[in-house]
């Protein structure tokens, strides 16, 4: 819900081209300090919004371009018609320390290299407890997984590493955050509340069975998505349940890890720290 709304709020820079930076030190303090202001400058942000900040969160260099850095940008919020009530979205722009620019488009097979380029994880704030669906804290490898439980290709895809994880413990630590994909899927939301409650009161294995069980749900009905969850996995989660502070904060929080990675689509996989865009690397760890 919260992912789309950010998406509504026509938040872009208004220059699609480049800008004149001082410095000539990419990455530097004084680059980063000169990228957002100017983006605080050039930013367009809807009407119901008032831009609070603009922070780079990292920064690294471009392994394509050298000489070329990325800086990804938070982006604070706050909705005018309710004071203190902030929101963060996450956006890149790139620089050399000299010019400033969008995007890069490689002309050979008009790709963009901004689509290519995503944040890394380099704390350990991904790898909460609470987050471990399978395998040991201490395994070999950690993945990360952000997922829809609707989504067609994390059905097929998540029950093959929820396999690996659970059958190589000491190989594979299986992290998962929920990242509903609402414009796609209307009953992901509800659905992925219903999760949390079950897993709230004790039924550990119910992300490995809804994404075994085959839904067919394309609405936004409340109790009839909690009839179906509740009819195939044995439970009894209410309304009032999947509403409760926690369940809710829980979910937020979800989605706003996603936000951090700037993901946009499921399933996305993580593999110590780095996006695995081919989501094999799990097989190389199990032979």
Not at 197 to 214: I, R, S, T
Request: charged share 30%; net charge positive.
């Amino acid at each position: 819900m919260k992912r789309l709304m950010l998406k509504s709020l026509m938040l872009m820079l208004l220059s699609s081209g480049l800008a004149y930076a001082k410095e000539s030190a990419p990455a530097s303090d004084s680059v980063k300090k000169d990228v957002v202001d100017f983006v605080k400058r050039a930013i367009n942000v809807n009407p119901r919004f008032k831009l609070k900040d603009v922070r780079v969160n990292k920064a690294k260099p471009i392994s394509q371009i050298p000489g070329w850095s990325v800086y990804f940008l938070d982006i604070d919020l706050e909705m005018k018609d309710k004071k203190h009530t902030v929101t963060t979205v996450h956006d890149k722009i790139f620089s050399n320390g000299e010019y400033l620019a969008r995007d890069f488009i490689k002309l050979a097979n008009k790709s963009s290299l901004k689509d290519k380029i995503v944040p890394d994880i380099t704390d350990n704030s991904f790898y909460r407890k609470d987050h471990l669906l399978y395998g040991n804290a201490n395994a070999a490898h950690k993945f990360v997984a952000f997922s829809d439980p609707l989504c067609p290709f994390c059905k097929e895809f998540m029950p093959k590493l929820i396999k690996a994880a659970k059958e190589h413990p000491d190989k594979i630590a299986l992290y998962y955050y929920h990242f509903p994909l609402q414009m796609l899927h209307k009953a992901s939301p509800t659905l992925i509340k219903a999760i949390l409650v079950a897993e709230k009161q004790g039924k550990k294995d119910v992300v490995e069975k809804v994404y075994a069980h085959k839904f067919n749900l394309d609405t936004t009905d409340e109790k009839k998505i909690l009839d179906a969850f509740n009819k195939a996995m044995g439970t009894k989660v209410t309304q009032q349940d999947i509403k409760a502070q926690d369940i809710l904060q829980r979910y937020s929080d979800d989605i706003e890890a996603g936000g951090k990675l700037m993901i946009s689509g499921t399933p996305t996989i993580y593999v110590d720290g780095k996006k695995d865009f081919s989501r094999q690397k799990y097989k190389s760890f199990i032979k």
